[in-house]
Structure formats: C-alpha cells, structure tokens
C-alpha cells in the first residue's frame, strides 16, 4: 500500500523500524484489556512476542497478511494487522480477518481507526473478497460501537465457560 494522507496522519506499510513503537501500542492495548478481561496475560514480553509473531507471517512466502500503521507527525500512534484466508465452511469462502487494531488512548476520535480499517477494506477489495471479520470483547463497548459505525454486525457469538 502506497502512503495514504488523511487529515492529520498518514496510513501506511508497516516496516521494521516501526517495531518499537507498535510493541508500546500493544502494551497499552494488553493494559485496556486487562480491565475488561481479567485473564489477558500481564506478563510484559506477550507484546515483544506478539509483534514478532506478526512479523513473521508478514513474511511467510503464502502469507496473505497485511500490517498497517497510522502515522501523526512521525509518531506511529495506531496500527492494524489483517490476513486474507480461506473459511470453508462459510459461502464466499474468501474473508479478510482483522486480527488486531489499535489507536492510541490520547489520539482516538479523530479517524485514526477508521482510517487503519479504510486500508484494511482497500486490501479486501484488491483480492476481491467481500467479507471482513473479526472478534471484540464482549464488554469492550467502545470498539462495538466504533465496528458498528463502520457496518459491522454480530455474526456469530463465541461463548466460555472457565472451570
């Protein structure tokens, strides 16, 4: 993806240089979900080990992943990872899957998001496929409302139960 300009940040390709900062982004991500669900790990190297892990299906040669991030005055302040793949349970097969998304606390509600999902619908559109999904928390009120502003609709509930 070419550097898209959009008000005051930019969406663009992730690069390695970038790594730090999206580690720091995750960290404050973990934190938020620490709230809402309890049993998120508080161990400090899930987000270094996370990151890594999306760098390495970046590069996996049949990968079909994507990773963005949202640049204000050469801060990296957001990102969002994706995977195009296949559900064969599901008619069209082809769905993007976001599997992460995050805007820094201080900056949100001004189009940071919905710019990093603007990327992730043009990379759907480029392979032709129609459908995106993803999961959210179920108490995480604020990105239900952000999704739903943007089309999304409940389609399928993944229940728990912890013995």
Not at 75 to 87: R, S
Not at 114 to 119: N, W
């Amino acid at each position: 993806m070419s550097e898209a300009a959009t008000g005051e940040f930019i969406v663009r390709d992730w690069r390695p240089e970038d790594r730090d900062a999206v580690i720091s982004l995750h960290k404050e991500l973990q934190a938020y979900e620490i709230a809402l669900r309890t049993s998120r790990s508080k161990k400090d190297e899930v987000s270094t080990e996370y990151v890594k892990e999306l760098e390495e299906e970046l590069c996996h040669p049949e990968s079909e992943a994507a990773f963005f991030v949202a640049e204000r005055q050469e801060e990296v302040v957001g990102f969002v990872f994706c995977v195009a793949e296949e559900d064969m349970l599901d008619d069209p097969t082809a769905q993007v899957y976001v599997q992460d998304i995050m805007v820094t606390k201080n900056i949100r509600g001004v189009g940071v998001g919905k710019g990093l999902m603007q990327a992730v619908f043009d990379f759907a559109q480029k392979r032709d496929i129609t459908r995106i999904n993803l999961m959210v928390l179920a108490n995480n009120d604020e990105a239900i409302n952000f999704y739903k502003n943007l089309g999304f609709q409940t389609a399928i509930l993944h229940l728990e139960r912890t013995i």
